[in-house]
């Protein structure tokens, strides 16, 4: 059964700029959560997704936005970069509220 | 605000040994608490997730305990492994389902 896939792995953006980084969770799983997760705020929820709708939102700015298709698959998008932007992003999938939750490895974002 | 402690930060034990892992919590209602490892450079792993109506739920040499008149709920590693050595994290949801996690304990076990 493959795990939770989360691509790139790494990228390295320059201020202003937008990503968007992208998430397969375990198929099955309707729910895909994201995270934010620094050295020095450790690990913040940012949204999650269940069957294509956004069910729960963070205390995140609105540069932060996510999606999620047919298939499961969540992408989420972080518009007009800041250096404190840079982190390890996560994504985690499961079949829904209070089941097992799966992470992917992550992404590594470096703001420059 | 909701809050999430743990202790200790960072914990030192010998290969063998047991060892009790603690979080504090103060959000209400209560939805579920969950236990993650998260060894350096990976994604967390879940090792439990209860929710109000259970006191303990074991994976393994893990057990995790929960006491929801005092909002705090433990971790005990038994006959700790190498491979133990890893970052512990505790994330409890109140009604909302949006979790906020510890800041976690750092775990190194020695040989």
């Known amino acids: 059964k493959a795990g939770v896939t989360q691509t790139p792995r790494y990228l390295i953006k320059t201020r202003g700029q937008q990503v968007t980084l992208s998430c397969s969770p375990i198929?099955?799983?309707?729910?895909v959560s994201w995270y934010q997760q620094t050295p020095g705020q450790g690990l913040q929820f940012l949204f999650e997704?269940?069957?294509?709708?956004?069910?729960n939102k963070g205390n995140f700015p609105g540069r932060f936005s996510g999606r999620q298709f047919s298939n499961s698959r969540s992408e989420m998008n972080v518009s007009t970069l800041e250096l404190g932007d840079s982190a390890l992003y996560l994504c985690?999938?499961?079949?829904?509220?209070?089941?097992?939750?799966?992470f992917g490895q992550g992404t590594r974002l470096t703001v420059v | 605000k909701n809050q999430v402690e743990q202790s200790p930060q960072s914990l030192i034990i010998l290969e063998g040994k047991n060892c009790t892992l603690q979080?504090?919590?103060?959000?209400?209602?209560?939805?579920?608490l969950r236990w993650y490892k998260q060894d350096t450079g990976r994604g967390p792993v879940s090792l439990t997730i209860?929710?109000?109506?259970?006191n303990t739920k074991s994976n393994g040499r893990y057990t995790a305990t929960l006491d929801a008149d005092t909002k705090q709920s433990s971790l005990h590693i038994t006959a700790s492994q190498l491979s133990d050595s890893a970052s512990y994290i505790c994330?409890?949801?109140?009604?909302?389902?949006?979790?906020?996690f510890g800041r976690g304990t750092s775990l190194i076990v020695h040989p």
């Open positions: 985690a999938s499961s079949w829904d509220r209070n089941t097992e939750a799966f």
């Open positions: 198929s099955g799983h309707r729910s």
């Open positions: 997704y269940f069957s294509e709708t956004q069910r």
């Open positions: 979080c504090n919590y103060t959000v209400s209602p209560f939805s579920n």
């Open positions: 209860m929710t109000f109506s259970e």
């Open positions: 994330a409890q949801s109140g009604g909302s389902y949006i979790p906020t």
